[in-house]
């Protein structure tokens, strides 16, 4: 990968919304990297603390998108945040961007938007940079597990399943799961992580070993909707009680990991870091 060094002011910033993207925008910013914000869902917290150095897009109007990043001189994009895609019948396309994607719905790959988007910069000489390789700063790592002594036998029995829970992903259907012990109880949906584990936290005086897993998918690509986990999402599960928290090494970012591990460690939960 080239050194992040030589990209200098060069990427720009595909904003949707949440509290992760002004992170990333202040880490792009700190390292010298951040040339352009595009904002194509309303992120307030965006506007405030770069009203200088962004720009509003509705993401139906993608060519105009493409247009304006090719007027800055910029050709590295990396998108950050939740991002609601319209089927790409309601994208604002020409004639010659249409050739440019119909293969891909012709060959019924439709659904599969992230990757159409992804070629379809390519296609317009830009590329889409990944997630993981630019934000490895904030990937967890091996260093970042923390057991706490009432939790090791969870820990050993949960270890013992890891190649059941890559079986798990290997399925792509989903990106979290919730455990109590030996027994799958819960799988993210389309409500998404938080919804998840307050359906289960609502109920969890039934279960004595709640264990939360996440990772990303077998064919997630790491330009887009990489898996994130937060603090919002870590007092979540501490509040509910929870007993372990498992996460496999470079497949999650952590929003604001020196806060997030803090609260590991001060609260009675483990992170196992597979």
Request: net charge positive.
């Amino acid at each position: 990968m080239k050194n992040l060094a030589t990209f200098k002011n060069e990427i720009c910033l595909i904003a949707g919304s949440g509290l992760f993207v002004n992170e990333v925008a202040n880490y792009l910013k700190f390292k010298n990297l951040l040339g352009q914000i595009v904002i194509i869902n309303n992120n307030k917290t965006l506007k405030k603390n770069f009203k200088n150095n962004y720009k509003q897009f509705d993401i139906k109007n993608l060519e105009k998108i493409i247009l304006f990043i090719k007027s800055k001189n910029l050709q590295k994009i990396i998108i950050i945040g939740y991002v609601d895609l319209p089927p790409i019948d309601k994208i604002n396309l020409s004639l010659k961007s249409k050739l440019l994607i119909s293969k891909d719905i012709f060959l019924n790959n439709i659904n599969d938007q992230s990757k159409i988007l992804k070629r379809y910069l390519l296609n317009n000489k830009l590329s889409l940079l990944s997630q993981k390789k630019l934000l490895k700063d904030m990937l967890v790592n091996r260093n970042d597990e923390y057991i706490h002594k009432e939790n090791k036998k969870i820990v050993t029995q949960l270890t013992k399943k890891k190649v059941f829970i890559r079986k798990l992903y290997s399925m792509n259907i989903g990106q979290s799961f919730i455990f109590n012990g030996d027994r799958l109880i819960a799988m993210e949906d389309i409500f998404g992580t938080n919804d998840m584990i307050t359906r289960i936290g609502k109920i969890s005086s039934k279960f004595n070993n709640l264990i939360f897993v996440k990772s990303k998918k077998y064919d997630q690509i790491d330009e887009i909707d990489f898996p994130v986990i937060g603090l919002e999402t870590l007092k979540l599960l501490i509040k509910y009680k929870f007993r372990v928290i498992c996460l496999f090494k470079n497949d999650i970012l952590i929003s604001e990991k020196e806060k997030f591990l803090k609260q590991i460690k001060t609260n009675k939960i483990s992170l196992l870091v597979m």
